[in-house]
């Protein structure tokens, strides 16, 4: 999370590396402009991974009364439920590779937002912050009725706002513990001025799907190929009229809703009656009311070094171990907290 993370937060680091003020890096999936041009050589180093190398199953879930259906990505067979939602452009297997490392203690579901990945919705375009928690609750209610697990929320930048709003909600009794990943109010808020310049300035055709790989990596958006190899896939669609593969998402087309993404995030988060921790690229992303409430020891924070925006894709180990440690600090199983007192812990 940037200092200003709790919102739209840069999904790109490489922008900092590059001397670019924090304001104005990106709060999209690879939004940002190569600092090389891609090589020639991409072949297998860049091919494309399948889902089913991380987790166990994949399925489409009909919302009753609706025409949308949302693809979901599920791992693990007992303890809590960590339900993880992606980022602005990314998709589910944005949590591909950390899965497989979580599932081993934990389940593990990963969504593909409205407007994203294999999801398809009669309203591809509204991302608005009701909307998308709308969804959320929807998507548990169908996986698991009146009687769901243990739930951590998991929200990487846009959806790491999502999971926010969705906990502040207290519409699910068994939630337990709340995570999220590289997103401040403060930085957030501040780099939605330059989004649209930085959405237009990234490349947006690709020959192929190898290629697509190749520059989210050189590019910045994602320092780890393994996990590029498979996430990148799912953002892309191929365009027939342009014989190329394009972004799947139209983030440009959705500027309307992306202040409500983060503004008041930081209280918001704050006010969240469950555990909770905060994950960051950098120290300095701390806005005012969470530097505040960090010292009132309200949230854990934990500054993830050597990587980018999407620390789940770039240190995928580092990141289940983080999660899983959350878990175990509270006390957080299949039915909840197993101790009686940990849940009203102030965090």
Request: charged residues 20%.
């Amino acid at each position: 999370m940037d200092s200003s993370h709790l919102g739209a937060v840069p999904e790109d680091d490489a922008s900092a590396d590059q001397g670019q003020p924090q304001s104005q890096q990106s709060a999209f999936a690879f939004a940002s402009l190569p600092h090389r041009p891609p090589s020639q050589s991409s072949q297998k180093k860049y091919s494309p991974v399948g889902w089913n190398e991380y987790f166990d199953r994949e399925e489409d879930l009909v919302i009753p009364e609706s025409n949308d259906s949302f693809h979901v990505y599920t791992a693990g067979e007992e303890g809590p439920v960590v339900f993880c939602l992606h980022g602005g452009g990314y998709s589910g297997l944005s949590f591909a590779l950390s899965a497989s490392k979580i599932k081993e203690k934990a389940r593990v579901v990963a969504v593909d937002l409205r407007g994203h990945g294999k999801s398809c919705t009669e309203n591809e375009l509204d991302l608005s912050i009701e909307t998308l928690c709308n969804d959320v609750l929807a998507i548990l209610k169908r996986m698991y009725g009146e009687s769901p697990p243990a739930i951590v929320l998991v929200g990487h930048s846009m959806g790491g706002s999502v999971a926010v709003h969705v906990a502040a909600k207290k519409a699910l009794p068994t939630m337990a513990g709340l995570v999220v990943v590289d997103v401040v109010e403060g930085t957030a808020m501040a780099s939605l001025i330059h989004m649209q310049k930085i959405l237009s300035s990234r490349m947006q055709h690709f020959s192929n799907i190898d290629k697509a790989v190749e520059w989210s990596v050189k590019g910045g958006s994602l320092r780890n190929i393994e996990s590029a190899r498979a996430s990148v896939p799912s953002t892309l669609k191929y365009d027939d009229s342009k014989n190329c593969y394009i972004y799947r998402t139209r983030l440009e087309e959705t500027e309307q809703y992306w202040r409500g993404w983060y503004e008041g995030l930081s209280d918001i988060f704050l006010s969240c009656p469950v555990p909770k921790l905060l994950l960051l690229a950098g120290a300095d992303r701390l806005d005012r009311s969470l530097t505040i409430g960090q010292m009132q020891g309200k949230f854990q924070m934990v500054v993830v070094r050597h990587t980018g925006h999407a620390i789940q894709e770039d240190v995928p180990d580092e990141f289940a171990s983080l999660i899983l440690n959350f878990l175990s600090r509270n006390r957080i199983g299949p039915h909840g907290v197993q101790i009686p007192g940990i849940r009203s812990w102030k965090s």
